[in-house]
């Protein structure tokens, strides 16, 4: 079946870094647009970032930009996001999840993996 | 940067119907998507493109959008479906989600 499976979080002091990664199976990874997004602990779902099925197009939200980096391996079917100057509030889960599109419209985010958690606390 | 506001909470007896709303300036503009949370469970697409069910989307969820606020319908609510409900759309090349309602089947 189709599924995206995240791993990389844990616990990283303010200022830190982390790599995340996200890996694909049960579909043709290379041909879908894939987005990060996070939920810090008992609050709502925020987008982070996403990258285009090639990797030539990046969007980041406004809290990120500038500190995290998203990319991707096709042949591996694998994403990753490295976080950068990282702060308290950027703790949460972070989902990978994958966006559809038909005809140039948004279709939502269909596929989404289990979650890893990361944490930045001194 | 856009914004769209939701409830934060809806109360619902079994079998009744539950109503999320989901409001945003010019909202009927765009696509709107609804995303179901379970508790420690990641989100379930459960609308698009306004009104749209995925496949193995239950036909008691529905949704519209008209002017500012966009709607999600659980007709005939059953216990499985107290869960947290976020709205989304995408806009500028980046994706928002709205605030979220919880709902409780009581």
């Known amino acids: 079946q189709e599924q995206l499976v995240e791993s990389g979080g844990g616990l990283v002091k303010p200022g830190g870094s982390l790599r995340l990664s996200c890996t694909a199976s049960g579909f043709t990874f290379s041909d879908d647009y894939i987005s990060w997004i996070r939920q810090a602990p008992g609050k709502g779902l925020e987008w982070v970032s996403d990258i285009s099925s090639g990797g030539n197009y990046r969007n980041y939200a406004d809290s990120v930009k500038g500190r995290f980096t998203i990319s991707r391996d096709n042949a591996k079917k694998s994403l990753y996001l490295e976080m950068n100057s990282l702060r308290v509030e950027d703790t949460g889960v972070y989902y990978c999840?994958?966006?559809?599109?038909?005809?140039?419209?948004?279709?939502?985010?269909?596929?989404w993996g289990q979650g890893t958690t990361v944490t930045v606390s001194s | 940067s856009y914004e769209m506001t939701q409830p934060p909470s809806v109360s619902v007896s079994p079998g009744q119907i539950a109503t999320i709303t989901c409001s945003g300036d010019k909202l009927d503009e765009t696509y709107v998507s609804w995303y179901q949370q379970k508790p420690g469970q990641s989100p379930v697409l459960v609308i698009y493109?306004?009104?749209k069910r995925p496949s193995g989307i239950p036909e008691r969820f529905s949704g519209s959008n008209s002017g500012n606020t966009a709607t999600l319908t659980i007709s005939g609510t059953q216990a499985m479906d107290e869960a947290d409900y976020y709205c989304?759309?995408?806009?500028?090349?980046?994706?928002?989600f709205g605030t979220g309602t919880k709902v409780s089947v009581l």
């Open positions: 999840a994958r966006e559809k599109f038909v005809s140039g419209n948004t279709c939502g985010m269909d596929v």
């Open positions: 989304q759309v995408w806009d500028s090349s980046t994706y928002v």
């Open positions: 493109q306004d009104d």
